[in-house]
């Protein structure tokens, strides 16, 4: 009886998984790899996070979306559970090349039309963004990830 259900289970397991073995086996039809960078840190309730949130809309993220070597990029911020510190910058590549080369010219350029001129009330609310910023991100310390996505096991 324990024979004849072992070898059922094993069957079972054998159907469930022989569409990924054959799938992993075929060397005609390599998948297609992302890389995805996740940077976790984190900053407490109050001004101070809001005002490096600000400078992740008014710097960070405009930059991801000008860079030509990024797919995709998100910040998830803490939805729900006992820790609302936590902050996620997800930065989909579509290859390992792409996370290291530079964004070049795309990013100067943004950074030439919308970074303040110094000395002007702009550029010193920039300068407290950018403070809270390193504050949280940099000097508090930041883990990065990277992992490599199959986009045939992705939706």
């Known amino acids: 009886m324990k024979a004849a259900r072992l070898l059922l289970a094993s ?8 569409p990924t073995v054959a799938v992993g086996q075929d060397a ?9 960078q996740i940077t976790t840190f984190r900053a407490p309730q109050g001004d101070e996070r809001q005002k490096m949130m600000q400078f992740i809309d008014r710097v960070i993220a405009p930059q991801a979306r000008n860079n030509p070597n990024v797919l995709s990029y998100r910040v998830a911020t803490h939805y729900y559970g ?16 792409s996370v290291e080369a530079p964004c070049g010219e795309p ?15 702009e550029r010193e609310e ?13 000097a508090g310390g930041h883990r990065d990830e990277i992992f ?4 045939n096991r992705a939706k």
């Open 28 to 36: 005609e039809q390599a998948p297609e790899i992302r890389v995805l």
């Open 126 to 138: 920039f300068d407290e963004q950018a403070a809270a910023w390193v504050k949280y991100f940099l």
């Open 11 to 18: 069957a079972v397991a054998l159907v469930l998984l022989a």
């Open 148 to 151: 490599s996505v199959n986009m």
């Open 82 to 97: 006992a820790n609302s510190t936590d902050i996620k910058l997800i930065t989909e590549y579509p290859d390992w090349e």
């Open 107 to 121: 990013c100067q350029t943004w950074a030439a039309e919308n970074i303040p001129e110094e000395g002007t009330p």
